[in-house]
């Protein structure tokens, strides 16, 4: 399978306009909000259900349990989805298994994600103490770890991460390589943010703007990819398809699969 993103450096010509060309389109969580799957997320059967609807990207969090295992799973504590309560840094991997999501979903192993849907892209989101290491050990092991792209809102995890992983694993750019994209010009923030391979942004940080047209025309003179996080809304879909990013995070995967679909732009890639 391809990388995830291209290698870093210039951008290469681009034959098609913004919002012609393709885009990766992921399952935020499998898709947290899409009408048959409320209550339902970061489950293998959210995760199905995307691959089911054509998308070829899925995005998850990890947690790493007491014994070391990675779950994909969001919150650091199971009481906001689970019959369960407690951190998961605190509970087994054992303890984990037996809790239900909506009562009837177990939480996944990151293992198994990878494992079941072995011909997808899947966006991984370090969360909590551990991760790092436990991801590094875990991709070293497989040989398809260039479909996989590692973020967090932790620059320590990340550097960590890339610390352990080398180059063999692609990551995208923490909150402060962001900055550099946002403030320099695109080959003076590749100097700073070397490592990254795409950014990952929201489109607004309070009152902060972070997706601008010079932030997009930086990343791009740079050979980084941007994605846009999270994005359930039709309208906005569209502005920023015309805008020119390069992948869309969506919980409501029913719109973006309408969306590209009227554009011509599904299956993505």
């Not at 997320?41 to 998308?55: D, K, R, S």
């Not at 890339?162 to 962001?178: F, M, Q």
């Not at 020119?244 to 993505?268: A, E, H, N, Q, S």
Request: include cysteine; aromatic fraction near 4%.
């Amino acid at each position: 399978m391809d990388a995830v993103v291209p290698p870093a450096g210039d951008a290469p010509p681009r034959e098609d306009g913004p919002g012609t060309r393709p885009v990766h389109a992921y399952a935020h969580r499998g898709g947290a909000r899409h009408p048959e799957l409320v209550g339902l997320e970061n489950t293998m059967t959210a995760f199905a259900h995307a691959v089911a609807l054509g998308y070829r990207c899925l995005e998850t969090d990890v947690h790493r349990t007491r014994d070391g295992v990675l779950v994909a799973f969001h919150d650091a504590s199971l009481d906001r989805v689970t019959d369960g309560v407690g951190a998961i840094a605190d509970l087994s991997a054992a303890e984990v298994a037996a809790v239900r999501v909506a009562g009837r979903e177990r939480v996944p192993l990151l293992v198994e994600l990878l494992d079941a849907f072995d011909d997808v892209r899947i966006n991984v989101d370090l969360k909590g103490e551990g991760t790092a290491e436990a991801l590094a050990d875990l991709l070293a092991t497989r040989p398809d770890a260039d479909r996989v792209l590692v973020g967090s809102f932790s620059p320590r995890h990340l550097r960590r991460f890339r610390r352990l992983a080398g180059d063999r694993v692609a990551t995208s750019a923490h909150v402060a390589e962001v900055a550099a994209y946002r403030l320099l010009p695109g080959r003076l923030a590749r100097v700073v943010a070397p490592r990254a391979r795409a950014l990952q942004v929201p489109v607004r940080r309070g009152r902060l703007r972070v997706l601008t047209p010079a932030l997009l025309r930086r990343a791009h003179t740079a050979g980084l990819e941007v994605h846009v996080w999270t994005v359930d809304e039709a309208d906005e879909m569209e502005r920023l398809l015309d805008a020119g990013v390069d992948g869309l995070m969506t919980d409501r995967t029913d719109i973006l699969g309408d969306v590209l679909r009227g554009r011509g732009l599904w299956p993505t890639t």
